[in-house]
């Protein structure tokens, strides 16, 4: 049995005794519970735990406190409006909260990330309005670049219309290292941003593409346990990506959807793994793009120069790509290396937005860096 199944069997085993066992004597705990103020407590049964710590993204892990009943609880410090994730760590094993069932699926394993919505003012681009949604319709097909069954899911924008003389731009948006495809949808609120958007007319109507980002899905057997990804591997997981995108996802989509095969309306962008992927495809294949966006980027190819990587990158792309947008967390583990590439494509005297703003690698940053890219394209 691999590693990481002995580990979702002991975090299932772990529900078990956490939930069911005790919840038949007593009513279930409540968690997450959302107070006026901005605070969210968390709750876990778990009478036999030695100890419990609260682990959510952006924020340092925090010790839960167990009552007498056998129940943990944690309190937060007061929070903006977001969607904030978050897990429990139980003697060391890491498992999703069993009583919230708003989740971020990770890709490869049975359990995922529990999410949390502290409510904010209509104003704010992920917040569900009354106004025309759009439809998230899921494809599967057979890989023979990569060898495996795989998804993406492709937005359609309200009243999408197939007969339509104008054909519609298209976006492929790409997730995260341990993210699966529906990412976007179900942590980044990317089909709310974009229906808001439309409804102000801040946005052109537009078909957005969100497919599984693994060029070699064995990359993950080391990440999960925190070894060294080899080098080799993390080029074979972009280029072979890439030769997904292009060579089967792409012509799907243009055979299924009304969507124009001109490179000026077709756009890429992503985040982290997903942010490196759309500028490796975007810069090398401008014959394809003409609107790239990059959010928390694994900007190389572990370690190869900059003009190994993006061959084809000088002064000359500027009449050709109509944005490069790229945009980093100064709190981010990544900001030195986005920081390299900005310097990079400036002594290429390359024409590129480069947005720096508070925050680290999460995603509150990447729905703003969305919320921000959506209205510059297609224009």
Known sequence: MARWSRHVITGVALLASAGSVVGAQKPPVRSPEVHADGRV??????PNAQAVIFASDGAPPAAMTRDTAGDWSYTTPPLAPDIYSYTFRVDGVTIPDPQNAEMKPVFRMSLGQSLVHVPGPNSLSWEVRDVPHGTITEHFYASRVIGDRRNYYVYTPPNYDPRRRERYPVLYLLHGLSDDASGWV??????????????????LPMVVVMPLGYGAPQILDGFYWGRQIDSALWRQNTTRFNDALLNEVIPQVERTYHVTTARGGRAIAGLSMGGGQSLYTGLNNLDRFAYI???????????????????????AINSRLKLLWIGIGRDDGLHAQNVQLRDWLRSKNVSFDWV????????????????????RLFR
């Open 41 to 46: 407590t968390v709750r876990l049964r778990a």
């Open 293 to 315: 966006g990059a959010f928390s980027s694994v900007t190389t190819l572990n370690g190869q120069a900059y003009d190994a990587v993006y061959p084809a990158v000088n002064q």
């Open 186 to 203: 179900r942590a980044g609120r990317a089909n709310v941003i974009l229906d808001n958007l439309i409804a102000s007319r801040r946005t």
């Open 356 to 375: 720096e703003t508070a925050g680290g690698h999460a995603w509150p940053v990447w729905r703003r860096y969305l919320t921000d890219l959506l209205p």
